[in-house]
């Protein structure tokens, strides 16, 4: 992090730091239900986002079973405690400029303070997640996935940089899919759907197409223009 984030992060740090140790952890692990959908309280059960278990002492980045840290973060040298988490969750892009995590932060201190009561418990060694807070993500999120796979396909034969795929690599949980703008983007694996139209819209042979899919950003739809594409174009590598 250059000098400019550090200066961020001590100002927001030493604003909002005392009300780390004021939250209701009851109130918190109802607000924590918005991050289930992207961490587990598990160590090493990664998801879109790395597990949170034994969060505080961790270095951003460091956690060595999670395949996806942006560039950004793994350079960062953050180490996550009361003052660098109330400051990430304040305003995750200020903090660390292109971390490519899909969240807008939290403004409210009461509520930021909350979640930290709870995270600093849940967290722990040794603690068993809480069932209401880690739960499946059903419902409205399940229904809200499926309904983005709807309205009119675009054409995809003349295609952005940005949405060109040129290269796509898999290692363990984790695809990269680099586009033609030189831009390299990870997700989990789940995240990632592989899909082919082979009609007068689809891509161009051997130039597949990535569209971003679902609410957050974290998830997209890669298209062939034929199924035997698919395992050509994907090379293991880690």
């Known amino acids: ?3 400019f984030g550090f200066v961020v992060l001590a100002l927001v740090a030493f604003q ?4 780390a140790q004021q939250g209701d952890a009851s109130r918190g692990q109802q607000a924590f ?3 289930a959908a992207c961490h587990s309280l598990e160590p090493d059960r990664n998801m879109t986002g ?3 278990a034994r969060l505080w002492g961790r270095k951003a980045g460091g956690l060595a079973s999670f395949e996806r840290y942006s560039d950004a973060l793994n350079s960062s040298g953050i180490i996550w405690d009361d003052r ?4 990430w969750l304040t305003d995750p892009d200020r903090m660390v400029p292109d971390n490519e995590m899909p969240f807008e932060g939290i403004k409210d201190e009461r509520a930021r303070a909350d979640l930290l009561a709870f995270l600093k418990e849940a967290t722990k060694l040794g603690t068993a997640p809480p069932r209401t807070a880690q739960g499946p993500m059903g419902g409205m999120g399940g229904m809200m996935g499926g309904m983005m796979g709807g309205g009119q396909a675009p054409n995809l034969k003349t295609l952005d940089p940005t949405q060109r795929v040129t290269v796509i690599t898999h290692c363990r949980d984790t695809y990269r899919v680099t586009t033609a703008d030189g831009k390299t983007r990870h997700f989990w694996e789940r995240n990632l759907r592989l899909k082919t139209d082979s009609g007068e819209d689809g891509p161009q042979s051997g130039a597949p197409a990535i569209l971003q899919a679902g609410m957050t950003g974290d998830r997209a739809d890669v298209i062939f223009a034929a199924p035997e594409e698919i395992s050509k174009m994907i090379e293991p590598r880690c």
């Open 1 to 3: 992090m250059n000098r």
């Open 16 to 19: 909002t730091s005392a009300f």
């Open 33 to 35: 239900r918005i991050c």
């Open 50 to 52: 790395p597990s949170l």
């Open 84 to 87: 660098s988490l109330d400051a």
